[in-house]
């Protein structure tokens, strides 16, 4: 209902407010948190209940089809792109610009529109706007299937630092999700199920995340790309700096509805402006 719906973002953001002096409650969950739906912005939606609804499903996508893989005996593809319904994509630029240059053997994710809280660089967020997509490489997608077993024999350095960012750090309070041999695609299923909306009376840690963010979260604190933060693609970032100033550019300067030929990947696309142009590329192709 829309009451409960503002209930979720009351509760994230009443958690803010009182919670961010508790030093068990981590810097980059005050900096999420803050950044929840208000509930003004929120009874702006059309559809406000289906929005809060919907934040959820894009950790389970990603899990679940991830997960899929091994299940059915599949091999994994090159690249892994988790993109809306009116999202497009330039395949031949994608081709060009990512697939052909980059080895999808080594971890790389990549945002078409990044978002970089660049105030503290030292507890720097980095998100997906997450209608401009996300891609993860191979190797990305591997590392969320390998299991986290603290009695492994052959534990190698990037699954005991994983496992200690999980139980250890805790930055997202997402140990108590975690099971030992759990893989992050399991934990990430997890962690979006575990408090569930229909029982907000009852939250402890609650869900307080946009769609997107808990892909960036996995992605920074469980080392699911190369560097430390993800990268941006053609370039295009939203950066919000010191004294509220912000800077964009790349494919994020695109307003709704504009797409440019040059352009990797398009937002707020509709079913007509997808095949303009498509047939823009192949006239000039």
């Known amino acids: 209902s829309i009451k409960e719906a503002l209930e979720v973002s009351k509760f994230c ?8 002096s508790d030093p068990n ?12 739906a208000r509930d003004a912005w929120l009874q702006k939606k059309s559809n406000p ?23 059915r ?4 593809p090159d690249y892994l792109l988790v993109v809306d319904d009116d ?8 081709y060009e610009e990512i697939m052909k240059p980059k080895d999808s053997s080594k971890p790389f994710v990549g945002a078409g529109c990044r978002v970089t809280e660049g105030r503290n660089k030292k507890q720097g967020v980095v998100i997906a706007f997450g209608g401009f997509g996300l891609t993860f490489s191979k190797a990305s997608v591997q590392r969320m299937l390998i299991p986290l077993d603290s009695t492994s024999e052959t534990f190698t350095s990037w ?23 759990m893989n992050l695609a399991q934990l990430m299923e997890a962690f979006a199920l575990e408090e569930p909306f229909t029982n907000i009376s009852s939250w402890t840690r609650g869900y307080c995340f946009h769609g997107h963010w808990l892909l960036a979260i996995f992605t920074q604190i469980y080392g699911l790309h190369s560097s430390e933060f993800m990268d941006a693609l053609q370039g295009s970032e939203i950066t919000h700096g010191a004294a509220k100033k912000k800077k964009v550019t790349g494919i994020c300067q695109n307003v709704q509805g504009h797409c440019n030929t040059t352009d990797l990947a398009c937002h707020y696309q509709s079913p007509e402006d997808m095949r303009t ?5 192949a006239n000039a192709g």
Not at 25 to 36: E, I, K, P
Not at 87 to 94: A, G, P, S, W
Request: glycine share 4%.
């Open 87 to 94: 999202t497009y994509y330039n395949m031949d630029l994608f």
């Open 73 to 76: 005996n599949e091999s994994l």
């Open 13 to 20: 953001r009443q958690r803010y407010l009182i919670k961010q």
């Open 159 to 181: 699954q005991r630092k994983t496992l200690q960012a999980i139980t250890q750090d805790n930055l997202i309070f997402e140990k108590s999700s975690f099971r030992d041999g």
């Open 49 to 71: 209940v289906g929005w809060v609804c919907a934040q959820r499903r894009f950790p389970l996508g990603v899990a679940r089809t991830i997960l899929k893989y091994p299940q």
């Open 25 to 36: 409650f981590s810097w980059l969950m005050q900096r999420f948190v803050h950044f929840y």
């Open 277 to 281: 142009i498509s047939q823009t590329l």
